[in-house]
């Protein structure tokens, strides 16, 4: 789309693992726009690239890199992901997005992209086939959750207001080469070598999302940020969920992620979900006496067996999204790249 | 079945037996020959009798739930499966030169109307050689149908018997044996099936008992023949590489990919498949084969839930819960290149029960769906293929028949399902439209008393305005008075002298 090479595009947390995909799409798709990254640390991948180094919790640091690179249009991807302390998480992911919020107003940036999570209307139940029209849940299944769902709703307020059109993106189980977080995760089962353990049945089918697929619809939703876009009013203001639109039963996921870098486990060994349960309850209970923390929790056993997928099917209408790398391709290149880039030596 | 094996059945597998009892009570067939039902089935016409006799003769699976359609729609779907039968034994028949075989079938859609028709060349192997040796009995028959049946029939057999007159005439000429892409394997499949069930939908449509549009489903209709189909091509295997007959395109069966996850070239000839060093192989071949099928079941469902009428409905949907059963059996069983594997009896008279209704047709495939999925290994090639396409027969069944709503409990919703916070909201939504709808009629029909009431209350509120006027009035006199004896005071103490 011609219009869009007259954009200049800013990324936060360009160089994360979603930002650098949006980069690099941003870049070959519009190789005439300019493309800015603000991150904690340098990005390196393309000369092209501008680079501004700053917290997104400094909102002057913000403001100044969106002066200077003169964005028309923001990808706000940073997040903190499950982990720290609930102040820093909702400092970074909710007052982020508000400085993010604010400094696009005042410079006049007329379209924001937020990268949300499936999640911020998960309330640790099952979650068949929702979609879009589910509210927030009144009480959030933990903070990363929370702060994504305030950050969200600020976003889609802003929409219309003092030129701003805004849009939100709740991808679901993000992975891919470089991911931190899905596939070591599951690789971790298999360097500790207990791939043959299963919790639950196996039937609860789970979303993923290809970090490419992701990166596309972030570009797709842009375009459709332009008021002049057939698709404008349908886009601007939304909520869309995002995913590879193929759920699969959870454990597939890993077995076929282990079979990519030569493992096959002989043989499977379930374990009911009450069962794990229990397990993990008493590893919790040891692990509070101990002060260890605990190789198995009830979150992860919650995870392992729950329900999760979502409808994509808005964003197949409005974005005209449609997942351009199939999951088993996509499974294949996270699983190369992990063997090449971080799997244990002796591996 | 004999009484003895139901005896051992009674003794070794007891649920199956019950299923089997409940069966033969249970299920009705309709008797064709019933002199109630005889302008319907025709049974009165010799012609029409020798008719029913073969298609009792061609297939015994089919037969019974054709007969099983309503009024004369059973009499005309024999009629337009034994010409398809017919064509059908003119291509197999092996023995019928080139030349000879062209000639027939492309013009059978000819042959078919003109009576006295019949055709006695066929091999003496062949198995239905003696429709065709009376097929006159079909001719006769078929010029009794009303012209929209004949029309569609007619259709059907033209672009039928162009398809099987170019592959028969390419596996004669070329010597060429395979199928080689799957887009070839789908065509192929089209021609044989899938035009079938095109021309059913257009019968269907044309009875009046489906809605018009049906016909129009080309698509759906299209899909509902490949997954019979297919499922059939792959459970004949064996059957059909001993007679040298080849069905499974190239791409699939000789895909280096099988080879390679074993260390092993792709395969040259299909009847490698059976050897017991080529097992593992070719259980991945297989799996990419059942996957290939698995892609049509949505497709099916869809269809399924266009249908209005119990009679076709059962008819369509019993054939394709029988295909997603044998496709189960298939997937990942070594015994199907051995030999001829079947699902069982009471499998199939459970099936046949079940069959009533989209919803638990969809249940049921989900429940296969499942199977196939628990009997899938990782180290297939096709495991997260097969896991996606199981994905989406689980998702088809989600959306058709979300899981939140519950079907015949005391409630309605599920409530730990978050939906089902969505679905409140919506009814919540609709009562109070609804309500203000209601208001805003009572109150447009009863126009004359509200414009009464209405001026009514004006006036009232025009007199409620008075009492302020007299409560102002009032306190002016009471003023005035206080003021002047204020004043007639101060007056009397100025001038009466004897006050001082």
């Known amino acids: 789309m011609a219009t869009e090479s007259f954009q200049s595009y800013l990324v936060t947390g360009g160089s994360g693992l979603l930002g650098q995909h949006i980069v690099k799409l941003l870049r070959s798709r519009y190789p005439y726009a300019p493309v800015a990254v603000f991150d904690l640390v340098p990005s390196d991948q393309d000369e092209g690239v501008r680079s501004f180094v700053g917290d997104i919790t400094d909102r002057n640091a913000l403001e100044k890199a969106v002066k200077e690179c003169k964005a028309t249009c923001i990808f706000h991807t940073v997040a903190l992901l499950q982990g720290p302390l609930r102040d820093i998480q909702m400092n970074v992911n909710y007052g982020g997005t508000v400085n993010v919020l604010s400094v696009a107003r005042v410079q006049s940036v007329p379209k924001l992209v937020f990268t949300s999570s499936a999640s911020v209307v998960s309330d640790g139940k099952a979650q068949v086939g929702i979609d879009e029209s589910l509210p927030y849940p009144p009480k959030p299944f933990d903070v990363y959750n929370e702060t994504k769902a305030l950050a969200e709703q600020d976003v889609l ?70 008021p002049d876009h057939p698709k404008f009013s349908e886009v601007a203001g939304q909520a869309f969920f995002i995913t590879n639109g193929e759920p699969i039963p959870y454990w597939d996921f890993g077995r076929e992620l282990w079979k990519a870098v030569g493992h096959v486990p002989s043989k499977i060994t379930v374990i ?14 040891v692990s509070w006496f101990t002060g260890r923390p605990a190789v198995l929790t009830r979150f992860r056993i919650m995870i392992f067996c729950t329900t999760r997928w979502c409808s994509i099917e808005k964003a197949r209408k409005a974005l005209d999204y449609e997942p351009p790398v199939p999951l088993h391709e996509g499974i294949r290149k996270a699983a190369e790249c992990w063997q090449t880039h971080q799997a244990p030596p002796n591996n | 079945m004999g009484a003895a094996s139901m005896l051992l059945l009674l003794l070794t597998r007891p649920l199956e037996f019950r299923t089997l009892v409940q069966f033969y009570i249970w299920h009705d067939q309709r008797d064709v020959s019933a002199p109630a039902d005889h302008k319907y089935t025709g049974w009165n016409r010799p012609t029409m009798r020798r008719c029913w006799h073969f298609l009792d003769m061609t297939s ?26 017919g064509l059908d034994t003119v291509e197999d028949d ?8 062209q000639k027939i079938l492309r013009s059978f859609h000819e042959h078919t109307l003109t009576d006295g028709w019949n055709f006695n060349e066929n091999g ?4 239905d050689r003696q429709l065709l040796v009376e097929y006159e009995n079909v001719v006769t028959e078929l ?17 039928m018997e162009a398809g099987m007159a170019d ?40 009875s009046g008992k489906e809605h018009s549009t049906l016909a129009g489903q080309l698509e759906l209709s299209n899909s509902m023949g490949l997954f019979l189909q297919k499922t059939n091509i792959i459970r004949d295997y064996r059957e059909d590489v001993d007679q040298h007959r080849y069905f499974w395109p190239r791409e699939i069966w000789g895909d280096d990919k099988y080879g390679r996850a074993v260390g092993r070239p792709g395969f040259k000839d299909m009847s490698e498949m059976y050897r017991p060093e080529n097992a593992k192989q070719a259980e991945y071949v297989q799996s990419a084969m059942v996957l290939n099928a698995l892609c049509h079941a949505t497709d099916a469902l869809d269809y399924l839930r266009l249908l209005k009428d119990q009679s076709v409905f059962n008819f369509c949907a019993i054939p394709q819960t029988m295909a997603i059963a044998t496709l189960t059996l298939c997937f990942k069983n070594p015994a199907m290149l051995q030999q001829n594997i079947k699902i069982r009896k009471a499998e199939a008279a459970s099936l046949i029960m079940r069959s009533k209704n989209p919803r638990d047709v969809s249940l049921i495939f989900r429940d296969y769906a499942r199977r196939i999925h628990a009997k899938c290994t990782p180290d297939d090639p096709s495991f997260i293929p097969i896991a996606t396409a199981c994905g989406r027969i689980e998702k088809w069944c989600e959306d058709q028949y979300p899981s939140f709503l519950i079907v015949g409990g005391p409630g309605q919703f599920n409530e730990s399902d978050p939906r089902t916070a969505i679905a409140h909201k919506d009814e919540e939504r609709i009562r109070k439209t609804n309500l203000q709808r209601k208001q805003k009629e009572l109150l447009e029909a009863n126009a004359d008393v509200v414009k009464g009431a209405q001026a009514l209350r004006l006036k009232e509120e025009s007199q409620e305005a008075n009492p302020i006027v007299y409560i102002l009035i009032a306190f002016a006199i009471v003023f005035a008075t206080g003021v002047g004896a204020v004043y007639g005071l101060i007056w009397l103490a100025d001038n009466v002298h004897w006050l001082k």
């Open chain 2, 167 to 206: 592959y028969a005439h390419q596996a004669q000429t070329t010597g060429k044996v395979y199928l080689e892409k799957k887009e070839e394997y789908d065509l192929y499949c089209h021609y044989v099936a899938g035009l079938v069930g095109e021309g059913l939908s257009g019968l269907f449509s044309a």
């Open chain 2, 143 to 159: 010029k009794l149908l009303a012209p929209e049946y004949l029309d569609v029939i007619i259709d059907t057999t033209k672009k």
């Open chain 1, 272 to 285: 009911p979900r009450s069962v794990g349960i229990l397990i993990a309850t008493i590893m919790e209970l």
């Open chain 2, 94 to 101: 092996m023995t019928l030169p080139d030349e000879k075989k």
């Open chain 2, 124 to 127: 003496p192997d062949e198995a």
């Open chain 1, 157 to 226: 307020h802003a929409n219309g207001h003092g030129g701003l059109s805004t849009v939100s993106l709740r991808v679901a189980g993000l992975f891919g080469p470089g991911d931190k977080l899905t596939v070591p995760g599951f690789m971790s089962m298999l360097v500790a070598k207990k791939t043959h353990i299963q919790f639950g049945d196996n039937t609860n089918l789970f979303d993923w999302t290809y970090i490419e697929n992701a990166a596309h619809a972030h570009l797709l939703a842009a375009e459709r940020l332009n």
């Open chain 2, 60 to 85: 015994r699976s089919f037969s019974s739930v054709i007969k099983q359609l309503d009024h004369d729609l059973a009499r005309v779907v024999c009629l337009y499966y034994l010409v398809l039968r």
